[in-house]
């Protein structure tokens, strides 16, 4: 229970309601009782200094403890008669007791010793009140009492109230929070119900957003968008998939049906099985090709590729890969040019970078006619290295440039499909640029050639 968000959500807020319910009546109360308690004192008081007052007022004027104390008795008997049943009073003159007020009560056991000033005895309030009287060289002591029970009574009273409507309140509270709690969570229910129902075959569902402006409707918008890119890579992987296995498929049909024709019936002359073999040969080249190319790409979109770092010269590494390409280049009468002088220190996969130079070459040699060239330059930019591929070649049609850097994209797919591309070729040579933070682009293409630009970070400027 304790791990629903409902139940704790509804123990938080009547946690915090108890206490600020508590917190107020306690406040309320001891105010309360602080201002009753004050003016029970207060009133008690102002009786005694009337008292008093009258006391010294009587003795003055009668001018003598005979005639003044017997009036003494009669104002406090007018006292009473105004004010019963109101506090008791009692006057002394040191230990002798002068005159009370009718249904004077509770005093019966003090003694007109008691300290001046506010007194409790019992469950009664005490003023206790001196008053000289310098004429007849005596004080006298007025003790006014009230019994604070009909006080304490009150607030006991209210405190049975508080006892009764702060659990009560937060009772109610929390049972109205918990519902209402349902209410509001209800939403994310929905959205879990929604969530679960999802699987790799309806990536195309989108989730409901009732609100897009509140949390839960972001939180919806967040895995809409997210179901978003996952289908997006889903879709990728399986057109790769489909892909990859239409490419792999071409090379094995090629090589088991020259295989299968020279092997079945009669025998034939060496030259159509040395034909034959070549074929297959040539086929399975491609095919380890593919899927090295492919092997490749897994270990990249697993995360799985760690480039090997090492430093070496640019310069050395183009004149080397111009060399391996000039084998393909020379029967087929295409010129390989380089253009590159002064040394070009680097730091980066070797090897990698051999085969992006490679692949470029490839490209430009396969695509260029008989007496076309192709040219490698190398030169410095601010902060970078430039290496350019341009060929004399036909070119890369309009409509395909946007998609050549594409896995399994091939322009102009029948005429290409002969020279044995599978169309990864640039992909993977710009995914190289991408590591070594540096960038390929298709700089220009038109009828009389196309040219790519690789650009290099250039370490120390
Ligand atoms: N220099 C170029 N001239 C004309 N077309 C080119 C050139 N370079 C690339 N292309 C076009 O771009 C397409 C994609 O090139 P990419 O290198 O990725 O694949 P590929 O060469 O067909 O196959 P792979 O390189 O994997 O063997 C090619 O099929 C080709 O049509
Ligand atoms: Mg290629």
Redesign the pocket.
């Given at each position: 229970m304790l791990n629903s968000f409902r139940f704790r959500l509804t123990l938080w807020w009547a946690g915090a309601l108890a206490v600020l319910l508590i917190v107020f009546s306690v406040g309320v109360y001891s105010l309360l009782a602080r201002s009753g308690r004050g003016r029970f004192d207060a009133s008690l008081r102002s009786v005694g200094e009337v008292t008093a007052v009258s006391v010294n007022h009587e003795l003055e004027e009668h001018q003598g403890r005979e005639a003044g104390e017997p009036s003494i008795g009669l104002v406090l008997q007018t006292m009473h008669q105004v004010s019963f049943p109101r506090p008791s009073i009692v006057v002394y003159e040191g230990g002798r007791r002068v005159a009370s007020k009718a249904g004077t009560e509770g005093l019966g056991d003090l003694s007109p010793g008691l300290p001046e000033g506010m007194q409790n005895q019992g469950a009664y309030r005490i003023a206790v009140f001196r008053t000289p009287v310098p004429s007849l060289r005596a004080t006298y002591t007025i003790l006014v009492s009230q019994s604070t029970a009909p006080l304490e009574e009150e607030l006991a009273g209210f405190r049975r109230i508080l006892y009764f409507c702060v659990p009560l309140g937060v009772l109610l509270a929390s049972v109205g929070g918990y519902f209402l709690a349902r209410k509001n969570l209800a939403p994310i229910a929905a959205l879990t119900y929604e969530v679960n129902r999802i699987t790799s075959s309806n990536l195309h569902q989108q989730l409901p957003v009732v609100n897009p402006r509140d949390e839960l409707g972001q939180l919806a918008m967040t895995c809409n968008a997210l179901l978003g890119r996952m289908r997006a890579s889903f879709d990728d992987q399986r057109r790769f998939m489909a892909d990859a296995s239409h490419e792999i498929r071409t090379p094995i049909s090629v090589a088991l049906t020259a295989a299968q024709v020279t092997y079945e019936g009669e025998a034939r002359p060496t030259a159509e099985y040395r034909e034959a073999l070549r074929i297959v040969v040539e086929q399975m080249r491609r095919l380890k090709?593919?899927v090295q190319?492919m092997f490749l790409l897994a270990q990249v979109d697993a995360g799985a590729f760690e480039p090997r770092v090492t430093s070496f010269y640019l310069e050395e590494l183009i004149q080397e890969a111009v060399r391996a390409a000039r084998i393909l280049s020379s029967p087929l009468h295409v010129a390989v040019r380089v253009e590159a002088d002064g040394e070009a220190p680097m730091e980066g996969d070797e090897g990698l970078l051999r085969q992006l130079l490679v692949?470029?070459l490839?490209?430009?040699i396969?695509?260029?006619p008989a007496d076309g060239s192709v040219t490698v330059s190398l030169t410095t930019e601010p902060g970078s290295w430039c290496v350019a591929?341009a060929?004399t070649?036909?070119?890369?049609p309009l409509e395909?440039q946007p998609h050549?850097?594409e896995r399994f994209?091939?322009?102009?797919k029948a005429r290409?499909r002969e020279?044995?591309?599978?169309?990864?070729?640039?992909?993977?040579?710009r995914w190289i640029a991408t590591v070594h933070e540096g960038e390929l682009t298709l700089a220009e293409?038109s009828g009389r050639g196309?040219r790519?630009v690789l650009r290099l970070p250039r370490r120390g400027g």
């Open positions: 090709r593919i190319d692949a470029l490839d490209n430009a396969r695509h260029t591929v060929d070649g036909s070119g890369i395909d050549i850097f994209y091939r322009a102009n290409t020279a044995g591309g599978s169309g990864l070729g640039l992909s993977i040579a293409s196309t790519f």
